[in-house]
């Protein structure tokens, strides 16, 4: 079946750049599902980062829509994540997920979560 | 702020049931979308729990069930276990932030 799989570094300078990467396994990465991060700040809730498709198009959460660039790499089956310009406030577990087409796409499965800190 | 209000926690006993109440608004939930479930373990990542209002995946018991009215949406549980103590986190979609959404969570205490 499917997994996904998070790498990145789990320490970032403030006003640097965050950059993770998905590893897809099990499964092509040009199927027909778009692909998600979502993040987990310590102790909240889920927030939606953005998708994407195995075309490169891409939707984002209005919110970090300024900041964050998702992008695509079909020849390693994998799909990444810049979000720049952090601040502690970016500190947060950042999970990627298979989106399920639907009327409202659900996700499954979900990587292990790669938690990343944002401090100098 | 959650677009999606959920209660922060619920608790109780083994055997007995709960329900989590899930909030919305015209631009989500009553504008008739959809609303998925999620059970985030201590530690582990989300895992899908219910789909498309009231569908379980496989695997799932049929101790957990959902369903939709209005702008609510709600996951009951019943015959409570040990093993159910987690957070639950409702999912849909915005029209008006044209993003997809959670609840704040709920925290399950099984006493």
């Known amino acids: 079946q499917v997994q996904l799989h998070e790498s990145g570094p789990g320490l970032v300078k403030p006003s640097g750049t965050l950059s993770l990467t998905c590893a897809v396994s099990?499964?092509?990465?040009?199927?027909?599902?778009?692909w998600s991060w979502v993040r987990q700040p310590p102790g909240r809730g889920l927030e939606w980062i953005g998708q994407i498709y195995h075309s490169g198009s891409t939707h984002y959460n209005p919110s970090l829509k300024t900041r964050v660039i998702i992008s695509v790499d079909k020849s390693k089956n994998q799909f990444s994540l810049e979000l720049n310009s952090v601040t502690a406030a970016d500190t947060a577990v950042y999970y990627c997920a298979r989106e399920i087409p639907a009327g409202i796409n659900w996700f499954d499965p979900w990587g292990r979560g790669i938690l990343v800190t944002v401090s100098s | 702020q959650s677009v999606l209000t959920q209660p922060p926690s619920v608790s109780g006993a083994p055997g007995q049931g709960v329900t989590i109440s899930c909030t919305g608004s015209?631009?989500?939930?009553?504008?008739?979308?959809?609303v998925h479930w999620y059970q985030q373990l201590p530690g582990t990542a989300p895992k899908l729990l219910i789909y498309?209002?009231?569908n379980r995946p496989s695997g799932v018991p049929d101790r957990f069930s959902g369903s939709r009215s209005g702008t609510s949406a709600s996951l009951a549980i019943t015959g409570l276990q040990a093993e159910d103590e987690a957070d639950y986190y409702c999912?849909?979609?915005?029209?008006?932030?044209?993003?997809?959404?959670f609840g704040g969570g709920t925290k399950l205490t099984v006493l």
């Open positions: 099990g499964g092509s990465i040009s199927s027909s599902n778009w």
């Open positions: 999912q849909s979609y915005d029209t008006s932030l044209s993003a997809s959404v």
């Open positions: 015209g631009s989500n939930i009553g504008a008739g979308y959809d």
């Open positions: 498309e209002n009231n």
